[in-house]
């Protein structure tokens, strides 16, 4: 290769490189809003497009580093390397998204940061006088369906309470709830303290 020709495509491939990045880098920067609001809003198609966006940037990342690379160093097997790598991120960020997306089709607990709110809240509530127990909540269930999440507990009290008094103080603990973990729906049983509910106790169904 003549000294001059060479000298010509490398002041070519130097003046090119900065356009080549802008794109990337402005695909970078909104993929990235993009994948905080989803994580923030739960949205598994906003992830989705953030994630297409990232699949989009090392495209051009790879194309940029194999023409590069092949052109400095003239080993002409760098550049399929270079876009099977590119392809096997592909398929990587293809099967996290499917994954996810079945995932979001089955009901599963809450996570742990969750499940301590919840669980802080009613500690919040729960009272005793002495070593009797006002106040008590047990066979707490969480579960969440793509953005939703819920909770289903038991919530014990005297049996001397009135039906009025009891739904008030329900009505306190489900806007708590609610108010610690954004969109949550609570579904609250009430029980006197002395009556314990068995999950599948045939006394139970009478």
Known sequence: MQPDLTLR????????LPQAWRRPLLHLALAWAMLRKAREHRSM???????????????????????????????????????????????????HLMWQSSQGL????????????????LDGFASARGETQIIRFDHITTRKAAQRRFVDLHMHMPASWTLGRAAAVR?????????????????????????????YDEKDLL
């Open 45 to 95: 198609a906003l992830e989705g497009d953030a994630r297409h966006l990232f699949t989009d940037v090392w495209t051009s990342v790879g194309v940029v580093v194999g023409i590069a690379l092949v052109y400095f160093t003239g080993w002409l097997w760098l550049d399929p390397v270079v876009a099977i790598g590119v392809a096997l991120n592909i398929l990587r960020e293809g099967f």
């Open 9 to 16: 495509r490398t002041a070519i491939l130097t003046d090119r």
């Open 171 to 199: 009505a306190s603990v489900e806007q708590a709830l609610m108010s610690a973990v954004p969109g949550l729906r609570a579904t609250i049983q009430l029980l006197p303290m002395d009556m314990e509910a068995h999950f």
């Open 106 to 121: 089955m009901d599963e607990a809450v996570e742990p940061d969750v499940m301590a709110s919840i669980q802080q809240t």
